[in-house]
């Protein structure tokens, strides 16, 4: 069974452009999540899926950070314009609906504005 | 969801079981213990998870208090490969959130 994809692992911009992660979720996972981790710190939910609809985006800086899930598969989350404290890895994960609930994480795209 | 409290880090001996207790002594009756951990650049890696009932799977063993304020991740024999940060949170049943914490950086020495 394929993982959790993300593309780029890594990219680096300067202050007031837009950047935007691509995440692959596991095939048949409804669930999607994306977190951001900054260096020394645990993960934190940005943003969670159900299918193609928002569950929860109450820590999303909606100013500059958006997402979407068009077709309840692949997501996308941008960043516009970034700033230097927007600096972290970026994760994505994926659960499904039976189960235990365990979240399947990506590898992490690592985002460095200077 | 309730607190947890974990050691900021902790060594342990190639081959050793290494222990990793968390406190969480605000936990309700619905809420589970999930222990995640994320090695040096990966994501985080789901290891085992537990109500009331101890727990244990390839990966590792869960202990969970009779009152529930606290448990222990047993890795039983650690290996240098097992070297990572080590979350432990609780959740609500039914809600996929997880809050993590900053965790216990677990160093596994040859």
């Known amino acids: 069974e394929a993982g959790v994809a993300q593309s780029p692992r890594y990219k680096i911009i300067e202050k007031r452009q837009s950047v935007a992660f691509w995440c692959n979720p596991i095939s048949g996972h409804a669930t999607l999540y994306w977190y951001q981790q900054i260096l020394g710190q645990g993960p934190k939910l940005l943003i969670q899926?159900?299918?193609?609809?928002?569950?929860?985006d109450s820590q999303l800086p909606k100013d500059r950070f958006s997402a979407e899930r068009l077709k309840g598969v692949d997501s996308t989350l941008k960043i516009q314009p970034a700033k230097l404290e927007d600096s972290a890895v970026y994760l994505c994960?994926?659960?499904?609906?039976?189960?235990?609930?365990?979240?399947?994480f990506g590898p992490g795209t690592r985002l460095t504005v200077t | 969801d309730a607190k947890t409290t974990q050691p900021p880090s902790m060594d342990c001996a190639e081959g050793r079981a290494a222990n990793l207790p968390c406190n969480h002594s605000?936990?309700?009756?619905?809420?589970?213990v999930y222990w995640y951990r994320q090695i040096h650049s990966q994501g985080p890696q789901y290891i085992i998870h537990?109500?009331?009932n101890n727990e244990t799977n390839e990966m590792a063993s869960l202990i969970i208090t009779e009152d529930r304020k606290s448990s222990t991740l047993i890795l039983p024999h650690a290996t240098l490969r097992d070297t990572a940060v080590y979350y432990c949170i609780v959740r609500v049943a039914g809600d996929y959130k997880l809050s993590f914490g900053a965790g216990t950086t677990v160093t596994v020495r040859a």
């Open positions: 605000t936990i309700s009756g619905n809420e589970y």
């Open positions: 899926f159900q299918n193609n609809g928002v569950v929860d």
């Open positions: 537990g109500l009331k």
């Open positions: 994960a994926s659960s499904s609906r039976t189960g235990g609930g365990e979240q399947y």
